[in-house]
Structure formats: C-alpha cells, structure tokens
C-alpha cells in the first residue's frame, strides 16, 4: 500500500520560513509527479505546486515568487520551501502523488496533511 508522510509544518510569524517534506513509500512505480495542495477552513482545497519527474514545476499565482517544490535525488520526495509566508499561506498541507500528471488531477495517493499556521 502507498503511504505519503508529511512533515515540517508548524506556526510562524508573518515573513517567516517553512520547508514541507513528503516522503512515499510502497509504490511498485515511480510516482513522476508529486504534489502540494492546501485548504484554509471554509475554502477549497486549492494546489499550490507540483513537481514533474524531480524537474517541470508549477505553482499557483499566489505563491510564486514565494515557494519553491523540489524532489531530493532519491526517488518518491518532495519538498515544498516557504518563504515570506502570509497569514493567508495558513491551512492544511496535503501532500498528493501519482504516476503521471494526469492522475494527479484526478485520483492520486494522499498524505495525511500537516498543519501550517501564520500569525501575524
């Protein structure tokens, strides 16, 4: 069974920093495209990143600028770098991961979620 670990959220103070890992394990696959997606209670779960074969990113407006996804070298990681974080960057991270891009949109493995607070 695949399972997505979350891990280095937290509560900051407006203009602060986070760095989000996600580690994947169990898949007979390399999982090619991984993923963060977040939700502010009373809002949409939105996508804020996602990651292509460890290379190709793409970011909500939002944060660009802001955020960084990267993948380590070894398989089935992924890490979301914040900076200038926002109070409005306040909600739960979700960590998401499939074999190719288009499964990401519609059905991929799912972490658990990690909180991250902004305080202003």
């Known amino acids: 069974q695949v399972q997505l670990v979350e891990s280095g959220g937290g509560l900051v103070q407006t203009g602060g920093s986070l760095r989000l890992s996600c580690v994947a394990s169990?898949?007979?696959?390399?999982?090619?495209?991984m993923a963060w997606y977040r939700q502010a209670p009373g809002k949409q779960r939105e996508l804020v990143a996602y990651?292509?074969?460890?290379?190709?990113?793409s970011y909500a407006d939002s944060v660009k600028g802001r955020f960084t996804v990267s993948g380590a070298n070894a398989g089935n990681t992924v890490y979301l770098q914040m900076n200038s974080l926002k109070p409005e960057d306040t909600g739960a991270y979700y960590c998401?991961?499939?074999?190719?891009?288009?499964?990401?949109?519609?059905?991929?493995?799912w972490g658990q979620g990690i909180q991250v607070t902004v305080s202003s």
């Open positions: 990651i292509l074969s460890g290379r190709v990113t």
């Open positions: 169990g898949s007979r696959h390399s999982l090619n495209a």
């Open positions: 998401a991961a499939a074999l190719n891009r288009q499964i990401l949109g519609t059905a991929p493995y």
